[in-house]
C-alpha cells in the first residue's frame, strides 16, 4: 500500500510540473513574440506638438496640474492599428497623463516607443503599449485598449544600486499589515475601483534586476476589492515601498481569461498523457526533473 501511494503521489508531481512549465512557456511565449517584433519593426519617430481630444476615452480624465509634455514618439513594430483604433499619438498621450497622475513622471525630452499589439487567440483586445526609458535604472511602462482608451496597466521599473535580498521575505507573509494600508490608500487616491474598498489580498512577491544586473529592485503585491466586484493589483518595493506597478481591472479580467483557457488547453492534453512505471522508476532512479513533450 505504501508503495502504491508513492506513485500516486509520483504521478501527480510529475504531471504538476509538466502543467507549470506549459503554462509559463506559453506566457512567455506570448512576451518573447512582442519582443521580437519591437527589435525587427520598422521605427518612425515623430514629434508632437498637437492637441488631442479624450472625451472617448475611459477613466482618462486629464489631471488638474498636468501640462502638455514636449516628448518625441517611434513607432516599434510591424502590426498597424486599424480605422477602429485610437491613433498613437492619442495612446501616446493618455500614457503621458497617466505616468504623472501616478508617478509624477515628466516625459519632456524623453522618446516614448509605441508598440500596436492586435487582437487574436490569446488576446480578445487590441492593445497600445508606451514604453519611456530614462536611465539604465528607471523606466515606464503603460498599456491600454487601442479602441476604448481604458487603461490595462502601469509600471515604473526601478532599480537600486544596493544590496537587496533576492529571496522572499517570509515574515510579510502574515505581517504585511502596512502594505495593505498602502495598497488601499492608492486604490483610493487614484480611485482603481468604482464603490468602496472592502478587501486588500496578498498576492505575491517579486525580485528583479535591471539589464546588466548592477541595480535591483524587490516587490510584494496586493490585489484589492470593492463592495461593487471591481479589483486592482498594485505592487510596492520592498526596499522603499514606492508604489511600483498598478494592474486594472480589465487587464486582470483578461489575464483570468487567459489563463482559464491554459488551464483547459492543459487539461485536454493531459487527459491521454500515462505515466508508466518505468516512467516512474526511471524519474526515482534519477532523482531529477525529465524533460516530458505533451503532444
Avoid: C
Avoid at 516599434?76 to 498621450?93: F, I, R, S, Y
Avoid at 483610493?188 to 464603490?195: A, F, R
Avoid at 481591472?249 to 489575464?255: F, K, L, Y
Avoid at 505515466?275 to 526511471?282: A, G, M, Q, R, S
Amino acid at each position: 500500500m505504501m508503495g502504491t501511494s508513492k506513485g500516486n503521489e509520483m504521478k501527480k508531481m510529475v504531471i504538476g510540473s509538466v502543467a507549470a512549465i506549459a503554462v509559463t512557456a506559453l506566457a512567455f511565449g506570448g512576451i518573447s513574440q512582442a519582443v521580437k517584433a519591437a527589435e525587427i519593426g520598422k521605427t518612425q519617430t515623430i514629434p508632437t506638438n498637437y492637441n488631442i481630444p479624450y472625451a472617448g476615452a475611459v477613466n482618462n480624465n486629464v489631471p488638474d496640474d498636468y501640462v502638455k509634455k514636449d516628448y518625441a514618439l517611434k513607432f516599434v513594430g510591424q502590426d498597424q492599428p486599424t480605422v477602429n483604433d485610437m491613433k498613437m499619438e492619442e495612446a501616446a498621450e493618455l500614457a503621458s497623463q497617466n505616468l504623472w497622475r501616478i508617478f509624477q513622471a515628466d516625459l519632456s525630452g524623453q522618446t516614448l516607443e509605441m508598440t500596436y499589439n492586435p487582437a487574436g487567440t490569446t488576446q480578445l483586445r487590441p492593445i497600445w503599449e508606451a514604453n519611456v526609458n530614462i536611465s539604465d535604472t528607471l523606466s515606464y511602462t503603460f498599456t491600454l485598449d487601442a479602441v476604448t482608451g481604458e487603461n490595462h496597466s502601469i509600471a515604473k521599473w526601478a532599480y537600486h544600486k544596493a544590496d537587496i535580498p533576492e529571496g522572499m521575505d517570509f515574515n510579510l507573509l502574515k505581517n504585511n499589515q502596512e502594505y495593505q494600508e498602502l495598497a488601499k490608500t492608492a486604490a483610493e487616491k487614484y480611485e482603481l475601483v468604482s464603490g468602496k474598498v472592502t478587501s486588500v489580498e496578498y498576492i505575491a512577491q517579486g525580485y528583479q534586476e535591471n539589464h546588466g544586473a548592477t541595480a535591483r529592485n524587490a516587490d510584494i503585491t496586493f490585489q484589492v476589492k470593492s463592495d461593487k466586484g471591481e479589483v486592482a493589483r498594485l505592487t510596492f518595493s520592498r526596499y522603499d515601498k514606492d508604489l511600483l506597478t498598478i494592474e486594472y481591472s480589465s487587464w486582470i479580467e483578461e489575464t483570468e481569461r487567459l489563463e482559464k483557457q491554459i488551464e483547459q488547453e492543459l487539461k485536454e492534453k493531459t487527459e491521454k498523457f500515462i505515466i508508466t512505471d518505468e516512467l516512474l522508476k526511471k524519474i526515482e532512479e534519477n532523482g531529477a526533473p525529465m524533460l516530458l513533450e505533451i503532444k
